[in-house]
């Protein structure tokens, strides 16, 4: 693996691990809940959002760097 698909990996995994913790938090404590924020503001929605875009832009930079490197039989194909 090399130094960037090690970068994407551990940034996707903190911001998947932020957001699922967030979620879990608003399951537990709804009175207290994280997200959906009991009143929006901007700094909550864009926090929320750029987490989001991070676990997908990890996911699919990963996938782009990674193509064609699994050898997979042509009938799968």
């Known amino acids: 693996m090399t ?3 090690s970068t ?3 940034t996707g995994l903190l911001a998947g691990t ?3 913790a ?3 938090w608003s399951i537990r ?3 207290r809940r994280v997200w959906p924020p009991q009143k929006f ?3 909550a929605t864009a926090i929320a959002c750029l987490l989001t875009v991070t676990v997908f832009a990890c996911t699919i930079g990963l ?3 990674g193509w064609g490197s699994l ?3 042509m009938w799968v194909r």
């Open 3 to 5: 130094g960037i698909e």
């Open 8 to 10: 994407f990996v551990m």
């Open 18 to 20: 932020a957001l699922l």
């Open 22 to 24: 967030a979620m879990l």
């Open 29 to 31: 404590y709804p009175e």
């Open 41 to 43: 503001n901007m700094r």
């Open 63 to 65: 996938g782009v760097l």
């Open 71 to 73: 050898e997979v039989s």
